[in-house]
């Protein structure tokens, strides 16, 4: 399979922990985004990476969110300090221009 | 809130009927336009999608249609089986920006 794939699929962590998930984009997609998406909602966007090169954070993402994709290929994004709030379906995206391919989602539980 | 994104609009249409989805947009210079599909628990899949300088494209079993005048896209799936049920959502982005944005999404059920 050479679509984006999302690891964990599922976390569940008690509040204050801290998380991270990592994203493996299609490859040789030069853009990598991050989205929050919650129930019945369409996705938000966090973040986007083009290359290693970190061009944009959406104000949602506080400073308890942080993402890195260190080598230009796979992306991480740790949420420090979780709170219940932060239970969400979290996405990731690649494109090699404008056309954006979701992984399956990492589904995050904060009790 | 969240409250109201639970009540997500909802077409149910009859297996083997046509369905149109319809989504009005938002920004005038927006100039590219994507479907998704979502099923329940796994990320939006990537349907079809329509450059500006298009008022139809079709796809195997879907048409997207575009009307810039009234701001306006929709989605029609032929023939629909059990197999199309999920939400769907369109978006939009001007293509100098990276940035998509979401319509509301509408759920569809397709009935026996």
């Known amino acids: 399979d050479t679509g984006v794939s999302q690891n964990p699929r599922h976390k569940i962590t008690k509040r204050g922990q801290n998380v991270t998930f990592r994203c493996d984009p299609i490859?040789?997609?030069?853009?990598l985004y991050w989205y929050r998406q919650t129930l019945g909602q369409g996705p938000e966007f966090l973040t986007y990476?083009?290359?290693?090169?970190?061009?944009?954070k959406s104000r949602l993402l506080s400073d308890r969110f942080s993402a890195e994709r260190p080598k230009g290929s796979f992306s991480t994004l740790e949420i420090q300090r979780t709170e219940q709030g932060d239970s969400a379906m979290y996405l990731c995206a690649s494109s090699p221009m404008e056309t954006q391919y979701f992984g399956p989602g990492t589904r995050l539980l904060v009790l | 809130g969240e409250s109201v994104g639970l009540h997500l609009p909802t077409l149910s249409v009859q297996e083997g009927d046509n369905s149109i989805i319809n989504c009005a947009y938002s920004n005038s210079a927006s100039d590219y336009f994507i479907w998704y599909k979502q099923e329940s628990g796994k990320g939006p899949q990537f349907i079809i999608d329509?450059?500006?300088n298009m008022d139809k494209r079709q796809g195997q079993r879907v048409t997207v249609l575009l009307n810039k005048t009234v701001k306006h896209l929709s989605l029609q799936i032929a023939a629909t089986q059990p197999g199309d049920s999920a939400v769907y959502f369109c978006a939009e982005t001007e293509r100098s920006n990276y940035q998509l944005i979401w319509g509301a999404g509408t759920k569809l059920i397709i009935k026996p």
């Open positions: 329509i450059r500006s």
């Open positions: 990476f083009q290359n290693e090169a970190q061009l944009e």
């Open positions: 490859s040789e997609h030069n853009r």
